[in-house]
């Protein structure tokens, strides 16, 4: 299993998003182009939010299935899925932007994430 998570470096208490694997732990795509590490638990949590917001998304439409879209509650058969290929949202098509993306995926402080 993959636990990913904010971690504090030992050697100057500086914050990582990181994933394990056993008893190895290396630092996530996001914070792998800068080496300054974050202030803040919180402020690397941001930083792999930020990354995921700004991966190339995929937008789809399911002809089975009207919903609301989250935004402006249009019915819509329009969605649109993260980078990572499971998190999908019902966004119009006016709404398939980074801005309406974080209205539907805001920001929460805890992040953790555990995956195979």
């Known amino acids: 299993m993959n636990y990913a998570q904010a971690r504090k470096r030992a ?3 500086r914050w ?3 994933v394990k694997n056993d008893n190895d ?3 996530a795509p996001c914070c792998r182009a800068h080496t300054e590490g974050h202030e ?3 402020d690397a ?5 930020n990354w995921e917001l700004d991966q190339p998304a995929h937008v789809y439409v399911d002809e ?3 919903q609301k879209c989250v935004v402006c509650s249009v019915w819509t058969t329009a969605r649109l899925r993260l980078g990572d290929g499971y998190t ?3 966004l119009c098509e006016s709404h398939q932007d980074r801005a309406s993306l974080e209205i539907a995926y805001p920001f929460e402080p805890g992040r953790q994430l555990i995956y195979s």
């Open 45 to 49: 949590e941001r930083c792999y939010w």
């Open 25 to 27: 732990i290396w630092r």
């Open 88 to 90: 999908t949202f019902v």
């Open 16 to 18: 990582d998003w990181t």
């Open 64 to 66: 089975t299935s009207q």
């Open 40 to 42: 803040t638990a919180i």
């Open 11 to 13: 050697l100057d208490g």
